[in-house]
């Protein structure tokens, strides 16, 4: 079974800290994505990484960069954090290629910025 | 421009009646569907896809799902709803040759007892 785990379940941080959301895959899946999810707006992505230091904006990139220094490690990271990044942090993975477009989530992380 | 509406935001069934969730999609070409499931505190689980070939597709925990070109559906059923299937779907485009997915804004099953 794929499994995709994120370094925290929940996260409190305050305006203006620099936040690291960690995801870590262990099936050797090409591709690694951000989504935030907010009530309403569904999944929205942040960015997506294609290969270890490969990288593509999503949707809503502003406010957050990506990091990828190894394949089955994708980092999220919120360099100065605020009220309206409060939301549900979703990693997931998926295989390339036509044949493997599932992709397979985290547990999520929700990170409340006060 | 390529979309997903899922029309229900909240559906109420009581357990062991049927139930069917919504999905729309625009987009121009063949689509790759998912329906997804997310239960409480959880991220999401893969329900089903529909790739080409049979346009009834059955995933797991009983569900299925009908790809529907000319209404442009991809809706889910199931035939006896389970206390334990109260969670909120999402149904999700992945089209080809990028790897941007659309999802749609989700619907909440409560399930009664």
């Known amino acids: 079974d794929v499994k995709v785990t994120q370094s925290s379940r929940y996260l409190v941080k305050r305006t203006g800290e620099k936040v690291f959301l960690e995801c870590v895959q262990d099936?050797?899946?090409?591709?690694m994505f951000w989504y935030r999810q907010d009530p309403g707006l569904g999944l929205r992505l942040i960015y997506f990484s294609y290969d270890v230091k490969m990288k593509e904006k999503g949707d809503i990139p502003e406010g957050y960069s990506v990091s990828r220094e190894k394949k089955e490690r994708f980092s999220l990271i919120l360099e100065s954090a605020s009220t309206n990044q409060t939301s549900m942090y979703l990693c997931?993975?998926?295989?390339?290629?036509?044949?493997?477009?599932?992709?397979?989530f985290g547990p999520g992380t929700r990170l409340t910025v006060t | 421009a390529q979309s997903v509406t899922q029309p229900d935001i909240h559906i109420t069934v009581s357990e062991g009646a049927s139930l069917e969730l919504r999905c729309n999609y625009s987009?121009?070409?063949?689509?790759?569907l998912f329906w997804y499931v997310q239960s409480p505190g959880q991220g999401l689980q893969l329900l089903l896809k529909?790739?080409?070939?049979?346009?009834l597709v059955q995933g797991i925990k009983g569900f299925e799902a009908e790809f529907k070109r000319s209404q442009s559906s991809f809706n889910l059923r199931k035939p006896s709803v389970h206390w334990s299937d109260a969670a909120e779907y999402f149904c999700a485009v992945g089209p080809s040759g990028t790897y941007k997915y659309i999802f749609g804004t989700g619907t909440r099953l409560k399930v009664l007892a």
């Open positions: 529909y790739f080409s070939g049979d346009t």
């Open positions: 987009y121009g070409a063949t689509p790759y």
């Open positions: 099936m050797d899946h090409e591709n």
């Open positions: 997931a993975s998926s295989l390339m290629g036509q044949s493997s477009y599932e992709q397979y």
